[in-house]
């Protein structure tokens, strides 16, 4: 699956859960990838809010909204760091570095 295939199957299936607004194309970008799992960052056009999210995506079936989380890292004090700042490559770096490091594998992370 491609990157612009994600973006759309994450579009048509997911809106804003700050403001409820449906996401368009451009409010979402591919962060990176490992195998299944995506990572996005999304910015909604309508509130402005921003998310780093890890979508899994198996090409053998739909996409799998129902498994979708908020990253457990941005729980919390962590997600202060990114009210009212541009997350910056660097911090998505950060996060996708962290992400690729994780010892248990993304599983976990997505239960
Ligand atoms: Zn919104």
Request: charge should be negative; glycine fraction near 10%; charged fraction near 25%.
């Amino acid at each position: 699956m491609s990157g612009d295939e994600v973006i759309k199957h994450y579009t048509s299936s997911s809106q804003c859960e700050v403001c409820g607004q449906s996401y368009e194309t451009d409010d979402v970008r591919i962060v990176g990838h490992d195998g299944e799992i995506w990572i996005l960052y999304v910015n909604c056009a309508s509130c402005h809010s921003q998310n780093l999210l890890a979508a899994l995506i198996d090409e053998n079936e739909d996409f799998q909204s129902g498994r979708r989380e908020h990253l457990t890292d941005l729980e919390g004090h962590e997600t202060e760091k990114f009210e009212n700042t541009e997350i910056t490559s660097n911090d998505v770096l950060d996060m996708f570095n962290l992400l690729s490091g994780f010892s248990g594998g993304f599983s976990q992370l997505l239960g």
